[in-house]
Each structure stands twice: as structure tokens, then as C-alpha cells.
Antibody, heavy 117, light 110 residues
Framework: EVQLVESGGGLVQPGGSLRLSCAAS????????MNWVRQAPGKGLEWVSH????????YYADSVKGRFTISRDNAKNSLYLQMSSLRADDTAVYYC??????????WGQGTLVTVSS | QSVLTQPPSASATPGQRVTISCSGS????????VYWYQQLPGTAPKLLIY???QRPSGVPDRFSGSKSGTSASLAISGLRSEDEADYYC???????????FGGGTKLTVL
């Protein structure tokens, strides 16, 4: 059974940093590209970042470019999102999602990031 | 402003058929497969349709997807109360180099 479990969310002050993790199991993590997608309270889904299976191709949404860094450790079956210079509008539930062709198939349960003083 | 355009809301009575549209452009829907997700309150999105019209195992055949040119649609037949949820379309955008989502459609079962 495919499982994606996010962790690392919490309350952080504006300008602060946070590192999210996503532990993958039930599939061969190293052959799949992965994504981070977020959802602000009461809002729709917003794609954040994509990383290829090897980590050689990485893309970011303009809203996070230069502030967020996606990475992965295939030996540990884990995906990461390093977030810095956090702003109030980064407040959201962050999901990791497995990439399939031009979309995503499996999603984690999400981890809440709240940016507030 | 979402790259893909969906109606913000839709409604129908139990047993009826409802269709949700998703409009894009040549760089996204026109060039790539479309995906549809169902999100119940307080839960993560669940894949309903992949590669335009395929259903994952476990998704009832009441749900169907189609694509034509730069638009796609999700149809739900035999509507049930448990279908009340938010529905999102998504695909890859070649110009933006990222996944793009529709703004979501809130389906109400009257």
C-alpha cells in the first residue's frame, strides 16, 4: 500500500524557517518524481514544487522561488521542503504527492504550517 | 487567479447527472493529460480520474472524465449525498513547468 506521511509543520514567526519531510513507503520511491502542493485555509490547491526521480530536475512556483528548496533522499525514501523567509501567506496545509505523467496520484495527509507572530 | 478555470459551484439532486468543466490552454490541457480530484472536508485530495478518462481501482464508474482540445470535464451520474465535496482538475503546464490546478468546484447535493 502506497503511503506518504508528512511531518515538520508547526507555528513559525514571519521571516522564519521550517523543514518539512515526507516519508514514502509501499512503492519504489527512487523511480518517481514528487511534488509539494499546498492549500491555504478555505482556499484551493496550489502547486509548490516538483523534483524528478533522480533530483536532477527541479521546478518551483513563482510564489516560493528563491525561498523554498525541494530535495530528496532516495536511500531514505524521503522528500523534503526547506522553507525560509516565511510569510503569512505561506500559511497552509502542505501535501506531498507522487507524480504520475502530468499530474499526481497518491497524496499524504498533509502537515499544517502556520506563519504568525 | 487559477491557470485552469472551473465553475466555483455546482448543484444537483440525488440521482441526477452533473458535469464540471475545466478550461485551459494549449500549454496545459491542450498538451497534457488531465487529472481530477475529490476533496471531502478536512481530508486530503483523492484521485478520481487520471490521464483524461481513467478511473483508479475503487472509484465507482459513476465518475467519468473526458477531454477535448483545451477543455476537460468531469461527469458524475447517479448523484449521491456522499458526492458532496470539492472537485479539482489539474495537469502539467509546459510553459510554467509545473502542475496547475483549477480553482475548484464545490458540489452541493440538494
Amino acid at each position: 500500500e502506497v503511503q506518504l506521511v508528512e511531518s515538520g509543520g508547526g507555528l513559525v514567526q514571519p521571516g522564519g524557517s521550517l523543514r518539512l519531510s515526507c516519508a514514502a513507503s509501499g512503492f519504489t520511491f527512487s523511480i518517481y518524481s514528487m511534488n509539494w502542493v499546498r492549500q491555504a485555509p478555505g482556499k484551493g490547491l496550489e502547486w509548490v514544487s516538483h523534483i524528478s526521480s533522480s533530483g536532477s530536475s527541479i521546478y518551483y512556483a513563482d510564489s516560493v522561488k528563491g525561498r523554498f528548496t525541494i530535495s530528496r533522499d532516495n536511500a531514505k525514501n524521503s522528500l523534503y521542503l526547506q522553507m525560509s523567509s516565511l510569510r503569512a501567506d505561506d500559511t497552509a496545509v502542505y501535501y506531498c504527492a507522487r507524480h504520475l505523467n502530468s499530474g499526481t496520484d497518491y497524496w499524504g495527509q498533509g502537515t499544517l504550517v502556520t506563519v504568525s507572530s | 487567479q487559477s491557470v485552469l478555470t472551473q465553475p466555483p459551484s455546482a448543484s444537483a439532486t440525488p440521482g441526477q447527472r452533473v458535469t464540471i468543466s475545466c478550461s485551459g490552454s494549449t500549454s496545459n490541457i491542450g498538451s497534457n493529460y488531465v487529472y481530477w480530484y475529490q476533496q471531502l472536508p478536512g481530508t486530503a485530495p483523492k484521485l478520481l480520474i487520471y490521464t483524461n478518462n481513467q478511473r483508479p481501482s475503487g472509484v465507482p464508474d459513476r465518475f467519468s472524465g473526458s477531454k477535448s482540445g483545451t477543455s476537460a470535464s468531469l461527469a458524475i451520474s447517479g448523484l449521491r449525498s456522499e458526492d458532496e465535496a470539492d472537485y479539482y482538475c489539474a495537469t502539467w503546464d509546459d510553459s510554467l513547468s509545473g502542475v496547475v490546478f483549477g480553482g475548484g468546484t464545490k458540489l452541493t447535493v440538494l
